[in-house]
């Protein structure tokens, strides 16, 4: 694998242009493209960009003018680390193809997005990893669910690949901050402006009914009335109403 696959993007939600709490690889080898997303939340965005992933790879791969641009095109794999039951049927693995609706058929292997179920991993064992193979997405992938480091370093003992990664993530555990490009004291700041800013919004929608509710009122509406053509509710009509 480390000779086959190149890898053409690395975006892991750690640098200054990341916005999202997303990761993001995207490399290919002879047969395939592959593009890896690290997704939290199941949602329709997320399904739109899985599609939007996909066809972006198929794409980028067609070359203008060139009379046999289709031929040379590569599958694109979309795969998926959830940490959510995409379809609730609590299987570990789900794979989804461009299908016939009503017979099944499968219309051809060019796009396949892979749902790996991270939440069904974090309720495994210890003692049920353990007995997976090694080269298993069970036993590889667990080490991103293991939270307790000793667990980790125990059950890669001897594996460098997993070592390494077992040590950048205990690195991420204690020194988050450090991976993390903002300002702390900006965003504290910038959190206390938008917070001020809305509770004068909020305000000067309270002051702008208040307003309309005492016109209305000058205008010998009654207070149900008003209710009924601003859709204000009665409490707050009848308050401001009353007061002087």
């Given at each position: 694998?480390?000779?086959?696959?190149?890898?053409?993007?690395?975006?892991?939600?750690?640098?200054?242009?990341?916005?999202?709490?997303?990761?993001?690889?995207?490399?290919?080898?002879?047969?395939?493209?592959?593009?890896?997303?690290i997704n939290y939340?199941?949602?329709?965005?997320?399904?739109?960009?899985?599609?939007?992933?996909?066809?972006?790879?198929?794409?980028?791969?067609?070359?203008?003018?060139?009379?046999?641009?289709?031929?040379?095109?590569?599958?694109?794999?979309?795969?998926?680390?959830?940490?959510?039951?995409?379809?609730?049927?609590?299987?570990?693995?789900?794979?989804s193809k461009l299908?016939?609706?009503?017979?099944?058929?499968?219309?051809?292997?060019?796009?396949?997005?892979?749902?790996?179920?991270?939440?069904?991993?974090?309720?495994?064992?210890?003692?049920?990893?353990?007995?997976?193979?090694?080269?298993?997405?069970?036993?590889?992938?667990?080490?991103?669910?293991?939270?307790?480091e000793e667990s980790?370093?125990?059950?890669?003992?001897?594996?460098?690949?997993?070592?390494?990664?077992?040590?950048?993530?205990?690195?991420?555990?204690?020194?988050?901050?450090?991976?993390?490009?903002?300002?702390?004291?900006?965003?504290?700041?910038?959190?206390?402006?938008?917070?001020?800013?809305?509770?004068?919004?909020?305000?000067?929608?309270?002051?702008?009914?208040?307003?309309?509710?005492?016109?209305?009122?000058?205008?010998?509406?009654?207070?149900?009335?008003?209710?009924?053509?601003?859709?204000?509710?009665?409490?707050?009509?009848?308050?401001?109403?009353?007061?002087?």
């Amino acid at each position: 694998m480390k000779n086959d696959f190149v890898l053409t993007e690395i975006r892991i939600g750690l640098t200054k242009d990341t916005k999202d709490q997303e990761g993001d690889v995207i490399a290919f080898n002879n047969e395939n493209y592959f593009n890896i997303e690290i997704n939290y939340n199941m949602s329709k965005e997320v399904e739109y960009k899985n599609i939007c992933y996909v066809c972006n790879l198929i794409l980028r791969q067609i070359k203008p003018g060139y009379s046999n641009r289709y031929k040379d095109i590569l599958p694109v794999i979309q795969i998926n680390l959830n940490n959510y039951d995409q379809f609730g049927k609590e299987s570990f693995i789900y794979v989804s193809k461009l299908m016939e609706e009503t017979y099944k058929i499968v219309r051809n292997d060019s796009i396949k997005i892979v749902d790996i179920n991270l939440d069904l991993l974090s309720e495994m064992s210890y003692t049920k990893v353990v007995e997976e193979k090694k080269d298993s997405l069970e036993y590889l992938l667990y080490a991103f669910v293991c939270e307790d480091e000793e667990s980790r370093k125990k059950l890669y003992k001897g594996d460098e690949i997993m070592a390494k990664v077992n040590e950048k993530l205990s690195t991420l555990d204690t020194s988050i901050d450090e991976y993390l490009y903002y300002d702390k004291e900006a965003l504290v700041h910038e959190a206390s402006r938008e917070q001020g800013y809305s509770e004068g919004v909020k305000q000067g929608v309270e002051q702008e009914k208040k307003e309309i509710i005492k016109n209305m009122s000058n205008n010998g509406l009654t207070s149900d009335r008003i209710h009924e053509l601003t859709n204000i509710p009665l409490n707050i009509v009848q308050k401001y109403t009353q007061e002087k």
